[in-house]
């Protein structure tokens, strides 16, 4: 049984800054792509950032480009989501998710259960 949960999560000011973790089993790690979605009340889930299996290649929503980094450990099956210059526009639920290595960004197909991030103005 596949697991992916996050951690992190919590209130934060204006330009302050989050780290969020996510811990996955049940699955061999370093097959697998990692991404990072949200989703705001009544919006849709959007892409957030991504990494390749081994680290070596990223991918980033260009609301985030420069303020948000994407990284991986594979000895701890983790994904991280450094969070730094947040704006309230970044309050949602965030979730990650898996997609076995080489399958196209529409293909994740095991999913967190997600964390709260919300920032005040």
């Known amino acids: 049984q596949v697991n992916l949960v996050e951690s992190g999560g919590g209130l934060v000011q204006a330009g302050g800054s989050l780290r969020l973790s996510c811990a996955a089993s049940?699955?061999?790690?370093?097959?697998?792509?990692m991404g990072w979605f949200r989703q705001a009340p009544g919006k849709e889930r959007e892409f957030v950032a991504e990494?390749?299996?081994?680290?070596?290649?990223?991918d980033y929503a260009d609301s985030v480009k420069g303020r948000f980094t994407i990284s991986r450990n594979n000895a701890k099956n983790t994904v991280y989501l450094q969070m730094n210059s947040l704006k309230p526009e970044d309050t949602a639920v965030y979730y990650c998710?898996?997609?076995?290595?080489?399958?196209?960004?529409?293909?994740?197909?095991?999913w967190g259960q997600g964390t709260q991030v919300t920032v005040s103005s």
């Open positions: 998710a898996a997609r076995i290595r080489g399958s196209d960004r529409n293909k994740y197909n095991y």
């Open positions: 049940g699955l061999t790690f370093s097959l697998y792509a």
């Open positions: 990494i390749n299996w081994s680290g070596s290649s990223t």
